[in-house]
């Protein structure tokens, strides 16, 4: 079955530095999402990617899908207090499946 | 258009006794998926439905558990007999179809406490 590893597991960082969340999947995706969630929330969709070298952008951040597509990056630039949270990738867990497989979450804190 | 709507937010069960989550998915949307999320780990499937239809329940607990989406009305995860390791965030999710290249929009989530 697919595993999807997320890295770092937490995450500290100063207000106005950049950051990288790695996503690795033990297979191919089909599609990578990525989500935000705030502790006691749900989830915000962030971005979804699917082709390989794909690269989507949205305010400060910039997620990417590898060509072998089996590894995505979030990156955020000049991290701001509202960036914290947790930031899970998920992955289709087939071209014709409905459910999302989950990493187990990165949890960002933006220090002012 | 109104997100995906969850009620209750937060529920308290006793032991023994049945929770009944609800899930209004977007508008326009005929596909429902439940996740659970159980403290200190991951988001993890239950139940993917459609109308009247249960499409895939691989995740979903042999015995206590049950899901459905009626033809008319939001859909419901029933939980009886609650024990203490129900106690989670419940999390419903929708898309207008299905596949590898739609996105789930989700709700707030319920918060469930079993004592």
């Known amino acids: 079955s697919q595993e999807l590893e997320q890295s770092p597991q937490s995450l500290i960082v100063q207000e106005g530095k950049n950051l990288t969340i790695n996503c690795t999947s033990s297979?191919?995706?089909?599609?990578l999402y990525w989500y935000k969630q705030k502790y006691g929330e749900g989830l915000i969709f962030l971005m979804m990617?699917?082709?390989?070298?794909e690269e989507k952008s949205h305010e400060k951040i910039t997620a990417k899908l590898d060509e072998k597509k089996q590894q995505s990056s979030l990156h955020i630039t000049a991290s701001q207090p509202s960036h914290a949270g947790i930031y899970l990738c998920?992955?289709?867990?087939?071209?014709?499946?409905?459910?999302?497989?989950f990493g187990q979450g990165t949890e960002l804190s933006v220090k002012p | 258009n109104a997100g995906v709507m969850q009620n209750p937010r937060h529920l308290v069960r006793r032991r023994g006794q049945e929770a009944r989550l609800r899930c209004s998915p977007m508008?326009?949307?005929?596909?429902v998926y439940w996740y659970r999320q159980l403290p200190e780990e991951g988001l993890k499937f239950m139940v993917y439905?459609?109308?009247?239809?249960?499409?895939?329940e691989s995740g979903m607990p042999k015995e206590r558990f049950s899901a459905e989406f009626p033809k008319e009305g939001p859909s419901i995860l029933r939980i009886q007999q609650v024990v203490r390791g129900d106690s989670a965030a419940y999390f419903c999710?929708?898309?207008?179809?299905?596949?590898?290249?739609?996105?789930?929009?989700f709700g707030p989530g319920t918060r469930l406490l079993v004592l």
């Open positions: 999710a929708s898309s207008p179809w299905q596949g590898a290249r739609e996105t789930q929009y």
């Open positions: 297979k191919t995706l089909y599609g």
């Open positions: 990617l699917q082709k390989g070298g």
């Open positions: 998920g992955a289709a867990g087939g071209i014709a499946r409905g459910k999302l497989i």
């Open positions: 508008k326009g949307h005929s596909h």
């Open positions: 439905l459609q109308k009247e239809n249960i499409i895939d």
